[in-house]
């Protein structure tokens, strides 16, 4: 396309301007304005810095599990270009098999000044590669008959949602409706890390669980030849085939990988709050808020999305009720996206 | 002896029929190229003979095995190797990454690989660690064929290789053309550039139409009135 060499001045300024006010940095500043205008709103509420700061360490530590989650859709999305409404399901699945694989094992004395003790470590690595494995297993029986006979994108949608209504059942088949903890009525240790800023050692676990597996992923993707093929595929699945990829075999990995992020952001998320069949269809939209506002397919765009809806699902509690943390997420996002509508990383390639 | 032969090959998209009947042979060590108007057909038959599209009709045999209708990721394997038009680097990948992409299928380390392609591609040595979507056209193409050469085929499938690009790239890219040439691998060719890819090709074909209409040496067919003739779109 060639533009047309009249171009007035004027148009061509505002599109100057509009191309400077969409940038990456404008997004990154309307977030700290933000963050700003938290703490002055805060102040003037007569809410304490310390209350804040508290809160925005909490957001930090959802931030990490959402993150497990978030990179989960935005891989699956990468490679195969398909909204999995399924995943925060996943999550959920993970987080009770979790309590299977705990029951089957010896219980031990928590350890570390931690809350709990060596057999939720044991069932977090044997949950991770479980529910990779069931990921995998849904989309044999599912998706990958519908990309077989090339379904629409909405077809396959409306089968991860049917999908995640499924599974969700079945959850509350086996399991019942109530809530239940990992450790009914378990001390949970605190520690203060700064002069009024109490955290569980849990809590310190959990952050410190999802930042080694996000290091891991981030190898995986960057240094094995598995992780490359995935993001080639990513990139352009016909020129992966042509260049003699076995793209099959990529999405196995990529549903192992996502679905083993799942489990274990699933598993820390319930050792952190406590366990429902729905918990996992509760996370699914700050998920794919955090995905998008990071731009769906970005894998360090989703971590990024992550960490904001998290700190900002919680320090909204300081204003509003708690049960709002989501909304007031969701409030964020739209606003980003108004400055970038393509997301943190959109527009890179 | 020859290396790729088509046959009768008739396909298209879906219900659109495009190719109605193609035949075309590449041998040993030959530049082969194919020209002809817009929708002719060009790229068709390069898909087709990479398995991206079915012979409706017709059969490709590629080193005495039969590969109608073999699937890409199988055909790759034979010796095979195929640059699109577009779309033909992974743009998030480095450059280096994006040559271990063209080896995937081999379980060795990569490194002479590489270096070789760093050899006919200087320029890629010096950008290897840059994402290949924010080089140019003409180093994006450099990368798409140094990716392509990573498996050392027997055959080059170039689609356009010259298209959108400066007439210094051009020239540059036609030269590498004709080293790998030279270096024993065959290569067939579609082009735009009817002229150039014609002079540096041992033989030719003129699609018009979806079938081939005019076939010889290369320069013959540049002399041939009735090849100006089909270009006019008579």
């Known amino acids: 396309m060639t533009e047309a060499p009249s171009l007035s001045r004027g148009r061509a300024f505002r599109r100057a301007a509009s191309t400077a006010l969409s940038s990456r940095w404008s997004l990154v500043a309307l977030l700290a304005l933000l963050a700003v205008l938290t703490v002055v709103f805060g102040a003037l509420e007569g809410i304490s810095g310390s209350r804040l700061l508290g809160l925005t360490v909490r957001g930090v530590l959802l931030g990490g599990v959402l993150a497990l989650g978030a990179l989960g859709i935005t891989l699956v999305f990468g490679v195969l270009k398909m909204a999995n409404f399924a995943h925060g399901d996943y999550m959920t699945t993970g987080a009770y098999l979790g309590l299977v694989v705990m029951a089957l094992l010896p219980a031990g004395a928590p350890v570390l000044g931690l809350g709990f003790g060596y057999e939720f470590v044991v069932a977090l690595i044997v949950v991770m590669p479980l529910t990779g494995l069931v990921a995998y297993g849904l989309d044999r029986i599912t998706f990958r008959r519908l990309r077989r006979r090339r379904a629409a994108p909405v077809m396959m949608a409306m089968a991860a949602l049917g999908l995640a209504f499924g599974v969700r059942s079945i959850v509350y088949m086996v399991f019942g409706a109530d809530f239940t903890f990992y450790y009914q009525g378990a001390a949970r240790p605190v520690v203060e890390l700064l002069p009024g800023l109490r955290v569980r050692t849990d809590q310190l676990f959990i952050l410190g669980a999802a930042v080694v597996l996000i290091i891991l992923v981030y190898l995986l993707l960057e240094r094995t030849k598995i992780g490359k093929a995935m993001r080639a595929m990513a990139d352009n699945a016909d020129l992966a085939r042509i260049s003699g990829i076995a793209t099959e075999r990529v999405v196995f990995w990529t549903w192992l990988i996502s679905g083993a992020l799942a489990g274990a952001g699933g598993m820390l998320y319930g050792l952190d709050v406590q366990l429902r069949p729905e918990m996992g269809w509760w996370l699914l939209l700050p998920l794919f808020a955090a995905v998008i506002l990071g731009s769906i397919g970005h894998v360090y765009g989703a971590l990024f999305g992550a960490l904001v809806m998290g700190i900002v699902w919680q320090v909204s509690s300081a204003f509003v009720n708690p049960a709002y943390g989501p909304a007031a997420a969701f409030v964020v996002m739209i606003l980003a996206l108004l400055v970038r509508p393509q997301g943190l990383m959109g527009g890179e390639r | ?234």
């Open chain 2, 1 to 234: 002896m020859s290396l790729l032969t088509v046959e009768g090959a008739v396909s298209g998209y879906g219900e659109m029929q495009v190719l109605n009947g193609v035949s075309i042979r590449v041998d040993d060590g030959e530049i082969v190229s194919i020209v002809g108007p817009n929708g002719a057909g060009k790229s068709t038959v390069m898909k087709l003979v990479f398995g991206l599209l079915k012979p409706w009709e017709g059969s490709v045999v590629f080193d005495g095995q039969d590969i109608s209708g073999l699937a890409p990721e199988r055909v790759v394997r034979l010796g095979l190797c195929y640059v699109p038009q577009v779309d033909n680097v992974f743009p998030t990948l480095t450059v280096e990454e994006n040559l271990e992409m063209g080896a995937y299928i081999l379980d060795e380390p990569l490194k002479a690989r590489k270096d070789r392609v760093f050899e006919l591609f200087p320029r890629l040595a010096e950008r290897r660690r840059q994402r290949a979507g924010k080089m140019s056209g003409g180093e994006r193409q450099m990368v798409a064929m140094g990716r392509a050469l990573m498996l050392d085929p027997k055959l080059l499938m170039l689609d356009e290789p010259s298209a959108g690009l400066a007439p210094l790239l051009v020239d540059m890219i036609f030269e590498k053309v004709a080293d790998i040439n030279a270096a024993g691998v065959a290569v067939l060719m579609v082009e735009q550039n009817a002229k150039r890819s014609l002079e540096l090709a041992h033989r030719g074909y003129v699609l018009a139409g979806g079938k081939n209409q005019v076939e010889g040496p290369g320069s013959a067919l540049l002399s041939d009135p009735e090849v100006a003739r089909l270009y006019l779109g008579g």
